[in-house]
């Protein structure tokens, strides 16, 4: 069978799953802790999808010094609470389950910290369809252009067979600074549908955008089925293997 894009990579927050509820209260307590409680959730609005350091920075005008603790309180409340806080949208486990089934390799490119990533899948019963987890460092320096990347490398697979499912402007602008094709997740906390005029660009691989997240088996097939750029998946991307930083045991490196 022949498909148009061999390497899957998906966004996690407001894409796999609908997170907002432990970020938004990682948020309210990180600034409970620092004596800076948010009266007014208003301010929340677009923090999610956006790397930490620029949130607690740009948006809330933070010290690089005072953001780089408040991202340690931050991970450390969500690493408790909100890991239990995720719903997984309805479909993603059988896209993924029928990704894995063509023999797709599947990524996750997340600003999220490898580790959260990882126990959130294992919870939700979800790690055993991907190949590569890749998150932020624990510098906060990678942007989203460098995790794509990194999924990239370690799947061996050009820009061309590369497609990335993501709900936010920030996915889109990465995808298409790595070349390679974007599905917008409009169902998702990124607000992506409302990016139309920033994001038009079909000869470059954008395909426009789900507003449910039970129709993206039906929109990646359409995909498919385009003619140009169609390609064989090789024997190697048929087999499971799990690359860094998750080994074959599904164990973290």
């Known amino acids: 069978m022949k498909f148009k894009y061999q390497h899957y990579i998906f966004d996690f927050d407001g894409t796999l799953a609908n997170t907002s509820e432990g970020i938004y209260d990682a948020y309210r307590y990180t600034f409970e802790q620092i004596g800076k409680p948010i009266t007014d959730p208003c ?15 740009r948006r809330f ?19 408790q609470v909100g890991v239990r806080m995720v719903r997984v949208y309805p479909g993603i486990e ?16 997340t600003l999220k910290r ?29 942007t989203k252009t460098d995790l794509i990347r990194l999924c990239m490398r370690f799947a061996s697979c050009l820009p061309c067979n590369t497609i990335l499912i993501g709900d936010s402007l920030i996915d889109f602008e990465s995808a ?33 955008t789900v507003n449910a997240s039970v129709s993206l088996i039906k929109r990646l097939e359409e995909i498919s089925k385009t003619d ?4 064989d998946i090789p024997r ?16 973290l490196k």
């Open 43 to 57: 301010v929340l609005d677009g923090v999610i999808g956006a790397p930490l350091l620029d949130n607690f920075i």
């Open 228 to 231: 140009d750029n169609i390609i």
């Open 176 to 208: 298409k600074e790595c070349g390679i094709g974007f599905l917008g997740a409009g169902y998702g906390l990124g607000n992506i549908s409302n990016y139309g005029t920033e994001c038009n660009d079909k000869d470059k691989g954008y395909w426009g």
């Open 114 to 142: 490898t580790d959260l990533a990882y126990d959130i899948l294992r919870r939700q019963c979800l790690l055993q369809y991907f190949n590569d987890i890749i998150g932020i460092d624990d510098q906060d320096s990678l």
């Open 61 to 79: 005008g933070l010290s690089e010094s005072d953001a780089k603790e408040a991202i340690l309180i931050y991970r450390k409340r969500y690493a």
């Open 236 to 251: 190697m991307y048929r087999c499971k293997s799990v690359c860094c930083p998750v080994d074959g045991t599904g164990e």
């Open 94 to 109: 059988e896209l993924l389950c029928y990704l894995q089934k063509e023999g797709h390799r599947i990524s996750i490119a």
